[in-house]
């Protein structure tokens, strides 16, 4: 999916928009955790992964991989910083990057594979 998104760019009106992603994703339920999330608190947990993915460069995704430790205190953890919990060893994250952008800046990046949930941004 990230990999399609800037293969070509998006017709608006006269223009030509070059268009981006920054993506979230996971698989439900979570893995390492031996009693699952609520799915409501799962996607508040996933919700952050765009965030740092957008942080990381454009037109990337990060993933909640799976939990390492499974406590109250790392799922705490993970549920109010989900960066820290990453840099802690508390949770694992998987990352890719996305297809071509024809930008004068950029240059052609990684093709990515299909990831689960998704949160859109216009370049």
Known sequence: MIAAIGTAPVAAGD?????????????YPLKGL???????RALDLVDAAPYMAKRQGRHRACGVAEFVHDDPES????????EAAANCGVIRLVWCEGGRVDEPSKSSQRSSESLAMASHEGA
């Open 15 to 27: 223009a030509h928009l070059h268009v981006t992603a920054s993506v979230g994703f996971s698989t």
């Open 34 to 40: 031996h009693q699952p999330l609520a799915w409501e």
């Open 75 to 82: 799922l705490c953890m993970a549920e109010s910083d989900l």
